[in-house]
């Protein structure tokens, strides 16, 4: 696709409810980045995809948060019973290589709101 | 620790110039990136540098001083559209593991 894509764009969800956050990055990038930004705050790095190698999770906040990466293509943020501080925007971006020295290309958000 | 500081705001006359400033404190450190983020939308890449000096690009410019840990990113002959949030980013890489720091941004207000 021309840009990279996130769905759903708004989610509310009750607390204790799972919650699947979805990334479609731009065709031939091999690196997937999740990010959160809280109201008023900069970008918090969640999970690092780098084409099929094991993605580094150490910015995941607790073990409620889990993401996958199918194909090397589509990403997959999965938060298992939510709680009312994860209400954010996650951020998904993706670039053409993974060694954080390439432009970021930056999806359009998907605002999560727990109830 | 690893840290990252902007000044919270910042408000500019329309023609003016202004000079945002990034200070930062990390290891590893492999570049220094710049993004402008519009309120709800998604940030937008500006400028990297990871050579001391300056980066030129129209009417954005960013200075890196690598043994200073600074960076300030230049805005000339600014224009309403350019009143959005400034986010700087440090890319660091430690034992082969990378990471991206962002700052908590510079709001910029651009006044007529």
């Known amino acids: 696709g021309a840009g990279v894509s996130q769905s759903p764009s708004n989610k509310v969800t009750e607390k204790g409810k799972d919650v699947e956050l979805r990334c479609d990055p731009i065709s031939g990038h091999t690196a997937l980045y999740w990010y959160r930004q809280s109201l008023g705050q900069g970008l918090e790095f969640l999970i690092y995809f780098q084409g099929n190698s094991a993605p580094d999770k150490s910015g995941l906040p607790s073990d409620r948060f889990s993401a996958e990466r199918t194909g090397g293509s589509v990403s997959t943020l999965t938060i298992q019973r939510t709680q009312q501080e994860d209400s954010a925007v996650y951020l998904c971006?993706?670039?053409?290589?993974?060694?954080?020295?390439?432009?970021?290309?930056f999806g359009p958000g998907t605002r999560l709101t727990v109830l | 620790g690893q840290n990252i500081d902007q000044p919270t705001e910042m408000t500019a006359t329309e023609g003016a110039i202004v000079q945002i400033n990034c200070t930062y404190q990390t290891s590893g450190f492999n570049g220094l990136f710049w993004y402008q983020q519009h309120a709800g939308e998604a940030p937008t890449f500006l400028s990297y540098?990871?050579?001391?000096g300056l980066e030129e690009k129209g009417r954005f410019s960013s200075f890196l001083s690598r043994s200073k840990g600074y960076s300030y990113l230049l805005l000339k002959e600014l224009q309403m559209k350019d009143s959005a949030s400034y986010l700087c980013a440090v890319s660091t890489s430690t034992s082969g593991t990378y990471k991206y720091i962002f700052g908590t941004g510079t709001r910029l207000k651009v006044l007529a």
């Open positions: 540098n990871v050579l001391d």
């Open positions: 971006a993706s670039s053409t290589a993974g060694s954080f020295n390439n432009e970021q290309f």
